[in-house]
């Protein structure tokens, strides 16, 4: 009977060939003993080196986030501000002290404004933006964790929001998402990024064909019944809303054409400044509920693509749903 010797599948017959057999497995096993196997890329963190107050950001931005994605589940202490659902826990404020520390050691003379470090509620915030404006012409407006709550219920929806004012007026804005690995960028004047690509703000031109961001609010006694409002109002002009629970990435995403708008009453200059400026430098307008342009002490926002924008005033008025 004719022996057969076989190399993945294909057969020799055994005699003068077998050599070629056996020197055919002795390479194959080289090979496999040679061969390591594959192992995950290391994720490259944003790290800038230049100290710009721009890369400072980035590299802020980036650490802060790291560190609280680590802590995820993690969450040692959790208390309320200014109502059952506005929530703090131990990593905002960790968060925080972080990145005034990185901050401060390039810019010991630049102000800060955190929210952490502000009392609750609607009249201490504006009190602290005044008293922070007057410190330096550089003011740094920082949200450790823009969407505490969903970082709570580990709801993958948070992020870090950094902003630097000049005189009052937004020049940097960054806002990282830690668990998309999204590191949203823009200066005034040059334009806002992702990924090193430039973001532009979505073509929708009619309210009904666009898709708008809104906000519970949890000022239950004064923002959140007029927000409820506009809410019901845009819900059968618009082609659907979305209240993903961070006014930040919310902004960032109208800034990526992701959304066409973004309306909300009862916000703070943290949870706006950064993402006002994405807007704006992706071609977007941003104003008040009733149309007077954005600054830092703006409370009640509506940001868009610019088409839709004052379709929107409009209905928003219409609903007295201004919050003025």
């Known amino acids: 009977m004719m022996q057969l010797c076989a190399i993945r599948g294909v057969y020799f017959k055994k005699?003068?060939?077998?050599?070629?057999?056996?020197?055919?497995?002795?390479?194959?096993?080289?090979?496999?003993?040679?061969?390591?196997p594959l192992e995950p890329k290391p994720k490259i963190p944003y790290v800038v080196g230049s100290k710009s107050p721009t890369a400072v950001a980035i590299n802020s931005a980036?650490?802060?986030?790291?560190?609280?994605?680590?802590?995820?589940g993690l969450i040692k202490e959790i208390n309320t501000k200014c109502s059952p659902q506005d929530l703090v826990t131990d990593v905002d404020k960790g968060a925080e002290l972080m990145i005034r520390k990185l901050i401060l050691t390039h810019f010991p003379d630049h102000a800060i404004l955190g929210e952490e470090s502000v009392d609750p509620g609607a009249e201490a915030s504006a009190n602290a933006l005044t008293e922070a404006k007057k410190e330096a012409e550089y003011l740094w407006i920082i949200d450790?964790?823009?969407?505490?709550?969903?970082?709570?219920?580990?709801?993958?929806?948070?992020?870090?929001?950094i902003a630097l004012a000049y005189r009052g007026e937004v020049i940097i804005g960054v806002i990282y998402?830690?668990?998309r690995d999204e590191m949203f960028v823009a200066e005034k004047g040059k334009g806002a990024y992702v990924h090193g690509n430039p973001t532009r703000v979505s073509r929708d031109d009619k309210l009904a064909?666009?898709?708008?961001?809104?906000?519970?609010n949890p000022d239950r006694e004064v923002a959140l019944p007029v927000n409820m409002k506009?809410?019901?109002?845009l819900s059968d002009r618009t082609?659907?809303?979305?209240?993903?629970?961070?006014?930040?990435?919310?902004?960032?995403?109208?800034?990526?054409?992701r959304l066409s708008g973004y309306y909300e009453v009862g916000l703070n200059a943290w949870d706006i400044a950064a993402g006002a400026l994405l807007v704006k430098e992706s071609g977007g307008i941003v104003t008040d509920t009733v149309g007077n342009p954005y600054d830092i002490g703006v409370r009640r926002l509506v940001?868009?693509?610019?088409?839709?924008h004052q379709e929107l005033l409009d209905v928003l008025k219409t609903a007295e749903a201004t919050g003025v």
């Not at 003068?16 to 096993?29: D, F, G, L, P, S």
């Not at 709550?149 to 709801?155: A, E, K, L, R, S």
């Open 15 to 36: 005699g003068k060939n077998c050599k070629i057999h056996r020197r055919a497995m002795q390479v194959e096993n080289q090979l496999e003993s040679s061969v390591k």
């Open 62 to 72: 980036s650490k802060a986030g790291e560190w609280i994605k680590s802590r995820l």
């Open 144 to 161: 450790p964790i823009d969407g505490t709550t969903n970082f709570v219920q580990g709801y993958p929806f948070f992020c870090v929001s």
């Open 177 to 179: 998402d830690p668990i």
């Open 209 to 216: 064909d666009s898709v708008l961001a809104v906000g519970f």
């Open 230 to 233: 506009g809410i019901t109002a």
């Open 239 to 257: 082609r659907s809303l979305r209240a993903a629970g961070s006014a930040a990435l919310h902004l960032a995403y109208v800034a990526a054409g």
């Open 303 to 308: 940001a868009t693509n610019g088409k839709i």
